[in-house]
């Protein structure tokens, strides 16, 4: 009986070859995908932290009872991005577009293309009194004596306090035109006589 002579192989086979390509063609896609993934983590976290997480303080009681001096708040700076300023938004601005002045915290109380005046305490927005009013008497009239007529990127503003606050009133700070605004005040954190909550 003639016997039979096995080859033996001189280097790895084939399927062995196989599984060693399709070995390492996953491993490079799991750290690639695991790359994009801390990518798209790291992304996020910027974006959130550029659009909610920037805070800063209130300088004054201009703001009580709706904040108080010292409170700080978290400024959303993408909320104007797509759409402007509305009445009634507590908005954070730098006055006179100063780039070195603290930054401020007021109430829009008109909008660009509004007329203004405040007559007898009483503010009044295109011929009728504002009704929602944070505050209930503004016996300082200041620049708003007479009639303001608001121009197309201006907006009025006014402290909730109007008894101590700085505002469009003043000649020194006027109406805030869109570019001076840094976004809108939409979160404060917890104060001296207040939990952490969203702002009205």
């Not at 660009?112 to 009044?124: L, M, N, S």
């Not at 869109?178 to 917890?190: P, S, T």
Request: aromatic share 8%; no cysteine; net charge positive.
């Amino acid at each position: 009986m003639a016997k039979r002579h096995s080859r033996k192989s001189n280097g790895p086979t084939l399927s062995y070859i196989n599984r060693e390509r399709n070995f390492n063609v996953n491993n490079l896609y799991q750290v690639l995908q695991w790359i994009f993934l801390v990518f798209i983590a790291v992304f996020l976290g910027v974006a959130i932290v550029y659009a909610f997480g920037i805070r800063t303080s209130v300088v004054g009681d201009s703001m009580e009872p709706a904040l108080s001096n010292g409170q700080e708040v978290l400024i959303n700076k993408i909320a104007y991005q797509f759409t402007p300023p509305k009445q009634g938004d507590v908005i954070v601005f730098r006055p006179n577009g100063n780039e070195n002045a603290h930054l401020s915290v007021k109430r829009v109380v008109a909008t660009p293309g509004d007329t203004v005046q405040i007559v007898q305490g009483k503010v009044v927005i295109n011929g009728a009194v504002y009704v929602k009013d944070k505050a209930e008497d503004t016996r300082d009239a200041g620049v708003a004596v007479s009639e303001i007529v608001l121009g197309a990127d201006e907006y009025f503003v006014l402290g909730d306090n109007r008894r101590s606050s700085e505002d469009s009133r003043s000649a020194n700070i006027g109406n805030i035109s869109r570019g001076m605004i840094e976004g809108k005040a939409w979160y404060h954190l917890k104060g001296k006589d207040s939990q952490a909550g969203r702002i009205e």
